[in-house]
């Protein structure tokens, strides 16, 4: 039986080890931690506990489930528990606020359209609608749109030819338009919900998946977003890792990857620091689960010089986006979904989480007396806060104060009290330094983010070793977001590579592009030919007027779009 070594425990080494394992190979994961879940898993908060009960639960960050996500998802099906799947503890989320410093907040409820499945214009307007209601002049708007089309009208070629080279503050024309405009839809978003500045992100990149969520919007049963019933490890990581064992899976936690030996041509193997003593693992093939920032301290001459792509890692960036949980003796829901604070300084979004934990048995965890979690992510941990000090330089007792004060300072007076919280649980990832001067506090656990230009420094999952692959966020993939997504995408192009590798007649996994408006296919065509020919992009074939209204922009879009209709 063919041996492989998962170097990683996370997202993508679980999927990779479940993909594995379902096709006959012999798969054993490492893992540095105590428990597997990479950023995705659960820990207990310690000293919580009292009188027997267990300690509550604390995160890396809160989990959330687009509708466009389908790699995660389909894992999901295939774990069981309870009688059911992983799945079915998936919960739909039906609201997303924007609450705004000192200012009105916008709830935004997913809408279901009587037209086709994803229907242009309807999507379109609603981005449309949106940005009106939140103040942006309709011009402006307008024009936002107008981009979107240009982007999503974009043949690959142009996409990554020139998209992936601008910012999406440039591509949007960020810098001449009206402070709600950059509010909300440069800065806002970007920073909040993925941790890069508009500045940064890819236009490519950024737009692209800001139009899967607004489809996700406007489509019937779109499920715009999702969340678990419970805990991350207590309904998704423990019973995967049951699932996983059963299959025959060797989970091996407290192995740290030290060395991985390259004689040329291929790996030899890889050396392990295991409670303080050294141990050497060999295996047919190896498949780097790590994330970036781990990987390339392993990055050797040989390594480097038998696949080049490998030494573009170091010129990715990492970010902080880590999580603070408020545990309350009462649950507040501050709406029925996300909240983003939209204007906060340090970037923050949060969740209810006790709405959503259905079974969950409060009265076992702590002290007894917590009913519900406001879970918080934190993305800008290097702006200053209403005290001018960044949240990197900060004390946990002056982050939590600073955190409840942004918080409160947007939701209405008198909601959320102070005399509420029972408890304050920050990341672990995130260590406080000691000494004078206020030291920088050290992230062990950063999030690759996603700058323009950054795909051609991405590897591919199948590397030009034929025994090494990657399964980690920072692959080359659709998603091209350090998302659950992302590493499992990766996690399925390692496998099938494994599978050709070793010339397997297994069933190779599943692997899905993100969706793109059918209606827009011939645009794309006619944009590949205009691409070669050096000339701009296609006109969109759509446009939002001054009140809201979409329209054909020419015979030739009115003509095509008779034909194929405005469905994908």
């Not at 207590?234 to 091996?252: E, K, R, S, Y």
């Not at 659709?478 to 590798?501: F, H, K, Q, S």
Request: charged letters at 20%; aromatic letters at 8%.
């Amino acid at each position: 039986m063919t041996k492989v070594a998962v170097l990683g425990g996370g997202v993508g080494g679980l999927t990779a080890a479940h993909e594995l394992a379902d096709r006959g190979f012999d798969v054993t994961v490492y893992e540095r931690h105590t428990a597997f879940g990479g950023k995705a898993r659960s820990m207990p908060f310690p000293g919580s506990a009292t009188g027997g009960r267990k300690e509550l639960p604390g995160e890396h960050g809160f989990r959330f489930f687009p509708g466009f996500y389908r790699h995660v998802p389909d894992t999901m099906v295939r774990i069981p528990h309870n009688g059911q799947t992983v799945a079915d503890h998936l919960v739909t989320a039906t609201q997303m606020m924007l609450a705004q410093h000192m200012g009105a907040n916008e709830i935004i409820v997913a809408t279901q359209v009587s037209s086709a499945l994803d229907d242009l214009s309807a999507t379109m307007k609603a981005i449309w609608q949106l940005g009106v209601g939140l103040g942006i002049p309709p011009q402006e708007m307008t024009a936002f749109v107008e981009r979107l089309l240009t982007l999503l009208g974009s043949c690959d070629e142009r996409r990554f030819g020139q998209w992936e080279q601008t910012s999406w503050w440039d591509f949007i024309g960020a810098a001449n338009r009206s402070p709600q405009f950059k509010k909300f839809l440069a800065n806002g978003m970007t920073r909040t919900l993925v941790a890069a500045k508009a500045t940064e992100i890819s236009a490519r990149t950024g737009g692209l998946i800001l139009c899967q969520l607004l489809f996700d919007l406007v489509r019937p049963n779109g499920k715009m977003d999702r969340v678990l019933d419970g805990p991350t490890s207590d309904v998704w990581i423990d019973p995967w890792l049951t699932h996983l064992a059963g299959l025959g899976v060797n989970l091996c936690d407290g192995y740290e990857v030290t060395g991985i030996d390259c004689d040329g041509t291929q790996i030899t193997g890889v050396s392990m620091s295991v409670d303080g003593h050294a141990e050497q693992i060999v295996a047919d093939h190896y498949v780097a689960a790590m994330p970036k920032e781990r990987l390339e301290l392993l990055l050797t001459p040989a390594l480097c010089a038998a696949e080049p792509r490998l030494t573009g890692l170091p010129k990715l960036k990492t970010d902080w986006m880590n999580g603070a949980m408020f545990y309350l003796d009462v649950d507040k829901p501050l709406v029925h979904g996300h909240v983003i604070f939209i204007d906060s300084k340090w970037s923050l979004t949060a969740i209810s989480q006790g709405q959503f934990w259905r079974n969950f048995n409060w009265a076992n965890r702590g002290d007894g007396r917590v009913e519900g979690i406001l879970s918080v992510d934190i993305s800008a941990w290097d702006a200053p806060g209403s005290t001018s000090y960044q949240a990197n330089v900060c004390s946990r007792d002056e982050i939590r104060t600073e955190v409840w004060k942004q918080i409160t300072d947007h939701i209405d007076d008198g909601f959320l009290t102070e005399a509420n919280v029972i408890g304050f649980f920050l990341d672990p990832a995130i260590t406080f330094g000691t000494g004078p001067n206020r030291p920088k506090s050290k992230n062990d656990e950063p999030l690759l983010i996603n700058t323009k230009g950054s795909w051609a420094n991405r590897p591919d999952a199948v590397t030009a070793l034929p025994n090494f692959f990657l399964a980690a966020d920072f692959v080359r993939t659709y998603t091209d977001l350090a998302t659950m997504e992302a590493a499992n995408e990766a996690a399925r192009r390692a496998v099938n590579g494994i599978l050709d590798a070793t010339g397997s007649p297994a069933t190779r996994c599943p692997v899905w592009p993100l969706h793109e408006p059918r209606a827009l296919e011939p645009f794309r065509r006619w944009d590949k030919l205009r691409w070669r020919l050096g000339q701009g992009p296609v006109k969109p074939p759509i446009k939002i007027d001054l009140a809201g209204i979409p329209e054909t922009t020419g015979a030739l879009a009115r003509g095509l779009l008779a034909l194929l209709g405005d469905s994908g």
